[in-house]
T-cell receptor, first 113, second 114 residues
Framework: AQSVTQPDIHITVSEGASLELRCNYSYGATPYLFWYVQSPGQGLQLLLKYFSGDTLVQGIKGFEAEFKRSQSSFNLRKPSVHWSDAAEYFC???????????FGGGTRLMVKP | EAQVTQNPRYLITVTGKKLTVTCSQN?????MSWYRQDPGLGLRQIYY???????DKGDVPEGYKVSRKEKRNFPLILESPSPNQTSLYFC?????????????FGPGTRLTVL
């Protein structure tokens, strides 16, 4: 069965520090991978996606992610975190005929001043 | 402005009292779906619809119904809500072509069943 794992439930970083959020997936075919962000009390906003081609993808708000097939990973990175980045981040894979999304459990990011 | 709207945004109800959460989109998308979000579990798909009058079960359909009579609307129906359906619910929609796998989410409906 397909699954998405985000090993870190909570992460705290200092403002200005770099960030990496981990995502591992289990999926037999070529995956379509996504990162979404959910700010407190808000819906989900798409940060970036990977369908094919260049394995390093750029997203909004200065985020990027790298697809590594050999490691079944799609980690999200940002070189310098801002206080406004505090939110919950979800990795997801699109699967099936209905293109259903399977989500990881989420990683809650806190940013220290 | 392209958007997905849900109503109500917040709802407190009691066990067994039927309720409907509405979802509407103005993007002319054929595909719509419902998810529930629970702590530590991420989002799990309840039902989805590939087009008008075409619906199918997602991963957690028990206790829910949906209908798709119009392209823009995809209501979620709880015929007899139970406390384990207390959750945050999201409607999502996606288009076709090269953006076929990218889903856009509504603002969410927080449901509490007492």
């Amino acid at each position: 069965a397909q699954s998405v794992t985000q090993p870190d439930i909570h992460i705290t970083v200092s403002e200005g520090a770099s960030l990496e959020l981990r995502c591992n997936y289990s999926y037999g075919a070529t995956p379509y991978l996504f990162w979404y962000v959910q700010s407190p009390g808000q819906g989900l906003q798409l940060l970036l996606k990977y369908f094919s081609g260049d394995t390093l993808v750029q997203g909004i708000k200065g985020f990027e992610a790298e697809f590594k097939r050999s490691q079944s990973s799609f980690n999200l990175r940002k070189p310098s975190v801002h206080w406004s980045d505090a939110a919950e981040y979800f990795c997801a894979v699109s699967r099936g005929a209905g293109n259903m999304l399977t989500f990881g459990g989420g990683t809650r990011l806190m940013v220290k001043p | 402005e392209a958007q997905v709207t849900q109503n109500p945004r917040y709802l407190i109800t009691v066990t067994g009292k039927k309720l409907t959460v509405t979802c509407s989109q103005n993007m002319n998308h054929e595909y719509m779906s419902w998810y529930r979000q629970d702590p530590g579990l991420g989002l799990r798909q309840i039902y989805y619809s590939m087009n008008v009058e075409v619906t199918d079960k997602g991963d957690v359909p028990e206790g829910y119904k949906v209908s798709r009579k119009e392209k823009r609307n995809f209501p979620l129906i709880l015929e007899s809500p139970s406390p384990n359906q207390t959750s945050l619910y999201f409607c999502a929609t996606r288009g076709g072509g090269e953006v076929a796998h990218t889903q856009y989410f509504g603002p969410g409906t927080r449901l509490t069943v007492l």
